[in-house]
């Protein structure tokens, strides 16, 4: 009776055995499948397998074996070869809309599972433009730590243009951006304005006042953020409307670069009042309004429509929006 016992276990256990690599073998192949999906989709947006490459962190060579098993697989070419470019084949075209599907699927789906466990855990993957990055989100993820000290946060930092593309295709969780994305397929909050004032040397003749009119630029050296940027096409609209000729010495990205050259004296720049709250404060420089126009710079919140709100998520955006209905500190 004992034997005949232990002969039962041992068959149910083998029989467990069998049932556990089966199900390891489906899981495996749906999982490769996935990881090929991810791996073409990324080809697709690229147009390129080196650059493919390079957002997965993977080698080339790995890349371009993906697409041959999956090409193989299906018996069907996906790209079509032209110099160093890949574009979509009619197929192509076909797989990408079914695989983009699919993908937000699987996100939505692992989402919602990992949501099961509550706020004691989760991860925000946050994609944010530059300045708002240096001047609003520190203080913003303080706030947002204090309240959930186990959700972890991954920033990434961008130009607009490309984080709005990114969202899009939900490589982010949510963003800050610095103009409206204006498509249908965001959700798009209006976040926080920041009014853009007049940055002027200490030692300038245009120093010690409350404020400045624009025809007072006109023949002032003018160091500027750069062409493209949010606040420099707030600033060239302006002037185009009021019909002010700037003397431009130097255009930059870097706000840092620009508030040392004012520092400097080397002329007058036009920032945020956020990006130069602290050096005010500092009495590095002075900061003028504008009398006759108030020119104002907004940030948005965005992300995808599809995309799920876990409990981590909704808590973040909650907390964003809570504090936009404040003073910003510092």
């Given amino acids: 009776m004992k034997y005949l016992l232990t002969r039962m276990n041992r068959c149910a256990i083998i029989s467990q055995i069998n049932k556990f690599y089966a199900f390891h073998k489906v899981y495996c192949e749906i999982m490769m499948n996935l990881h090929q999906l991810r791996v073409f989709c990324e080809v697709a947006e690229a147009s390129n397998f080196s ?177 493209g940027s949010s606040e420099r096409r707030k600033v060239d609209e302006t002037f185009r409307k009021k019909r002010i000729s700037p003397l431009i010495i130097l255009e930059s990205a870097s706000t840092s670069t620009i508030k040392k050259m004012v520092e400097s004296g080397a002329g007058i720049a036009i920032l945020s009042s956020q990006v130069v709250k602290k050096d005010v404060k500092a009495n590095a420089f002075q900061a003028l309004p504008f009398t006759e126009v108030e020119m104002t710079h907004k940030f948005y919140l965005i992300y995808h429509k599809e995309k799920y709100l876990s409990r981590a998520l909704k808590a973040f955006v909650d907390v964003s929006l809570d504090m936009a209905q404040k003073n910003w500190p510092d």
Avoid: C, W
């Fill in 51 to 227: 650059a493919a490459a390079g957002r997965l962190h993977l080698t080339q060579p790995a890349v371009t074996l993906q697409i041959k098993n999956l090409e193989d697989f299906y018996e069907m070419k996906f790209f079509e070869r032209i110099g160093k470019k890949v574009l979509l084949t009619d197929e192509g075209k076909v797989l990408f809309d079914l695989a983009t599907q699919i993908l937000t699927l699987s996100r939505q789906a692992e989402e919602a599972l990992a949501d099961l466990k509550g706020l004691s855990r989760g991860a925000i993957r946050i994609a944010t433009s530059y300045s708002f990055a240096d001047y609003y989100l520190p203080s913003l993820l303080k706030t947002f730590h204090e309240n959930y000290p186990k959700i972890s946060i991954k920033v990434s930092a961008g130009n607009t243009s490309e984080i709005i593309e990114d969202t899009l295709h939900f490589k982010n969780d949510v963003a800050f951006v610095a103009y409206h994305a204006g498509n249908t397929k965001l959700v798009v909050r209006e976040f926080v304005n920041d009014i853009l004032l007049a940055i002027v040397p200490k030692q300038h003749k245009l120093a010690g006042r409350e404020s400045i009119t624009l025809n007072e630029l006109n023949g002032e050296p003018l160091i500027l953020r750069e062409p």
